[in-house]
Structures are given as structure tokens and as C-alpha cells.
T-cell receptor, first 112, second 113 residues
Framework: EDQVTQSPEALRLQEGESSSLNCSYTVSGLRGLFWYRQDPGKGPEFLFTLYSAGEEKEKERLKATLTKKESFLHITAPKPEDSATYLCAVPPFSGGYNKLIFGAGTRLAVHP | DTGVSQNPRHKITKRGQNVTFRCDPISEHNRLYWYRQTLGQGPEFLTYFQNEAQLEKSRLLSDRFSAERPKGSFSTLEIQRTEQGDSAMYLC???????????FGPGTRLTVT
């Protein structure tokens, strides 16, 4: 069964304390992995798409990387405004990109 | 792009009532998706449209749920005879032709009392 697991469930950081979030997946023939940011009471905001092992994408303090079994979202010198839930998602093995399977997310809190 | 919009943003209803939500996708996005999200979980796929055709429905979409996209533009999601278990955030997303990334709206939070 296609599955996405994110860890940790919650992470508390001090401002400037770098860390990484993990997204592991069990889907045959990965055709892409998506990262989203979700603020409380709002819809997910698209961040990155990664397609192949070794690929990296960056945006401000965020860098996403992909291996054959997992993806990491590295947060460098985070600020309080980076506090949010970070979701990763993959398309299932069968079918196209017509639906995404999401993990439960990592709730990140960055304190000043 | 003005983004995906959803209305209403919040809906409180009594058990047994019918509710309808609306989603307006990003203009020229031909694919539209509905998801449901409960507290502490990621979004779960409900259904998908390409233009006006509903091409896939999840097993989560019971016969009390119906979705339409009559002119290939906005979409509506109706829940009949609501149950307390229907309380959730209902999210809509859209994708352009040939694109892979789904862009989400702000969601409609449904509370069934």
C-alpha cells in the first residue's frame, strides 16, 4: 500500500537553531514528491517538487532533498515566521498526478 | 493569478442538514480536486475533475456526497444528511494543463453539531 510517513510529529526550535524534517514513502516507481507548508486554519501552500534521487531545491531558509526512500526538508537558521505544519505528498503508483497521498505533517514551532 | 477561492470559509450545521460548498479554481486550470482534512492529519483525496468530467472518486466519498463542475470552471461539493463525522476542513485544489503541482484554496471548515 502506498504510504507516506513524516517525522517528527512536532518539533520545537529556538530561532537560529537549524534542523531537518523527514518524509519517508513506500510507493513503487516514485514519480515526484511534493512539499507544502500549512498555516493554522489555511490551505496548504506549495513549496517544492522533487522528481529524482539526488535532486535538491531551495527557497530562502528551506532546502528539500530526495533519496530513493525518503526526503528531507532542511531548515537553516529558522525564524518564528517559519512556524507552520510542513506536509509532504506523493502521487500513488497507479494513475497519474490526479491525487496525492499526504503524510500527517510535522508541526514546527520556532521560538525567539 | 488570484488563487483558488472557496466559500464559505466556515459552516456550522446541525446533524441531518444538507450543506454545499463552492470552489473557484485558478483561471485556466483545467483540473480540480477536493480533499478532506481532519485535525492532525494530512489532506485525504475525495474526487477529481478534468474540465467538467469527474474522473475519479475515493471510497471516502459516500453516497451522501456529490460533486459537480458543470461548466468546467467552478465546482460544488454537497453533503446530504450531514453526520458529526463529516466535521472537517474541506480543501479544493487546482492544476494547470500538463502541470503536476496542486494549488490549494483556503478551505471550508465544516462543523456538524
Amino acid at each position: 500500500e502506498d504510504q507516506v510517513t513524516q517525522s517528527p510529529e512536532a518539533l520545537r526550535l529556538q530561532e537560529g537553531e537549524s534542523s531537518s524534517l523527514n518524509c519517508s514513502y513506500t510507493v513503487s516507481g516514485l514519480r515526484g514528491l511534493f512539499w507544502y507548508r500549512q498555516d493554522p486554519g489555511k490551505g496548504p501552500e506549495f513549496l517544492f517538487t522533487l522528481y529524482s534521487a539526488g535532486e535538491e531545491k531551495e527557497k530562502e531558509r528551506l532546502k528539500a532533498t530526495l533519496t530513493k526512500k525518503e526526503s528531507f526538508l532542511h531548515i537553516t537558521a529558522p525564524k518564528p515566521e517559519d512556524s507552520a505544519t510542513y506536509l509532504c505528498a506523493v502521487p500513488p503508483f497507479s494513475g497519474g498526478y490526479n491525487k496525492l497521498i499526504f503524510g500527517a505533517g510535522t508541526r514546527l514551532a520556532v521560538h525567539p | 493569478d488570484t488563487g483558488v477561492s472557496q466559500n464559505p470559509r466556515h459552516k456550522i450545521t446541525k446533524r441531518g442538514q444538507n450543506v454545499t460548498f463552492r470552489c473557484d479554481p485558478i483561471s485556466e486550470h483545467n483540473r480540480l480536486y477536493w480533499y478532506r482534512q481532519t485535525l492532525g492529519q494530512g489532506p485525504e483525496f475525495l474526487t477529481y475533475f478534468q474540465n467538467e468530467a469527474q474522473l475519479e472518486k475515493s471510497r471516502l466519498l459516500s453516497d451522501r456526497f456529490s460533486a459537480e463542475r458543470p461548466k468546467g470552471s467552478f465546482s460544488t461539493l454537497e453533503i446530504q444528511r450531514t453526520e458529526q463525522g463529516d466535521s472537517a476542513m474541506y480543501l479544493c485544489a487546482s492544476t494547470r494543463e500538463g502541470g503536476h503541482e496542486q494549488y490549494f484554496g483556503p478551505g471550508t471548515r465544516l462543523t456538524v453539531t
